[in-house]
């Protein structure tokens, strides 16, 4: 049931009336079972893999808080024994067939695959599970006694195809206790889900139209490598971060808040600052749940004291970072699918942060004596450009099929340049002949964009502002976007969202 089907939209309608309908105290039982008839609609199969994670983590976590005062160590086992299997599950469907088919390239082998389709939102609510079950060993949430209320923190459906990854210790109680109605969360829900609806519908499906044809195929349109690149970067965070306002706006429906996954990504001034703002949830569970015990580890202690001998006290120091940060993004690529071109889009990302941290010393250096403060307007402006040119060398490993057409593409966006051959490309049902107004489509649509962005980062609450006019703004703006989605949404193939897959 795609978020974008108009199947989806009578469900949302439905569970919203079943969860106000509902005695307070019982409607997150009615949250519960919308969530597992969405889940059902997506194929009966799948349900083993969901209730398979949350029993095995909703039982580890009940173990970790029964022995962790008598015994540490018996404490300590439930909880490797629950993620083992909680991310093995994970491992086995999601990249069982890459190991394979590697295992058979390399040995010469001829070891056949498994036939398991990825199961809908497995990688977002196995990690949301695992966080839970590390939190409980961490003292920092309370083991969920109730199975049930534990199984609807899992499955909650507005976030299961494509997260936030939430916290336990934050979401709970946001699910469990029942909620008023609420007229203004309501009213910005709608607002948020028809948001994403524009951004999704105009900007991404469009965009995808010119990815699709510059990356399918690279010898008709060689000379759009370069802008082949910019349309991805539309249409990956107007599908993501569009596939998020829906989500957000859907929770608010039911009084709920979820955590925001970005904040004006392409405004940051450097691939850290980048991360802090694109799939944040995803950046944050890294960070707690990765980063920072790999990097206080014993082990990495001794690597830094090792560095410290050989490079110096100030290198020897940040080498356990950058190490730790390089694991972060070889496992954030892993997770955003089994190939190796994830891998290196995550390699990439992780040298880039090792790099920067090694050098920082020497950029403050170099700063100093070119007098740039680091507050002047055109150097955030050089920051911003010269990020943003790094992040979409990265999207080639992520819209390339292979690590060798992603390098094959980076040749071509700096050898071969031919704008012209854009208005070639069909556009939609109305073929060629349409292609000069979608490209007036997306240039509009992202100036808007851009500009609610602006407003945003300079601490702009745009949705308290339009909070406080009248019915008669709230209704010309519903109708604005209505409009705008049919007028100028595409007419291309119906597209699910591309985080729906993970």
Known sequence: MSLVSNMFIIFVAVSVCIYYILPMKYRWWGLLVCSYWYY??????????ILFSTIVTYLSAAAVKRYMEESRKKAKIFLILG?????????IVKYTNFVLENINSIFHMDIPGIGILLPLGISFYTFQSSGYLLDVYWKRTEAEKNLFKYGLFVSFFPQILQGPISRHSRLAEELYIGHRFELSKFERGLERILWGFFKKMVLADWAAVFVDAVFHNPGNYNGLAVFGVLFYSVQLYADFSGGMDVVIGIASLFGITLDENFKRPFLAVSITDFWHRWHITLGTW???YVFYPLSLSKCMNKFGKWGKKIFGKKTGRKLPICFANIVVFFLVGVWHGAAWK??????????????????????RVWKKALHIRGEEKWYRIFMISRTFILVNISWFFDCCDTVGQAFHMMKLAVTQFEPLQLLTIPAGREGIAFTPYVLIILAVGCFVLFIVEIFQERGVKIQEKIAEKNVAVHFGIYLILLLAIGAFGSTAAVRGFIYAQF
Do not use: E, R, T
């Open 342 to 363: 994830y891998i290196v889009y995550g390699l990439y990302n992780g040298f880039i942060l090792a790099f920067s941290g090694l050098m920082g010393d020497q950029y």
């Open 83 to 91: 993620l083992v299997f909680n991310i093995g599950m994970l491992g």
């Open 40 to 49: 059902l609609a997506s194929g009966i199969q799948y349900i083993f893999f």
């Open 286 to 288: 890294m960070k707690d």
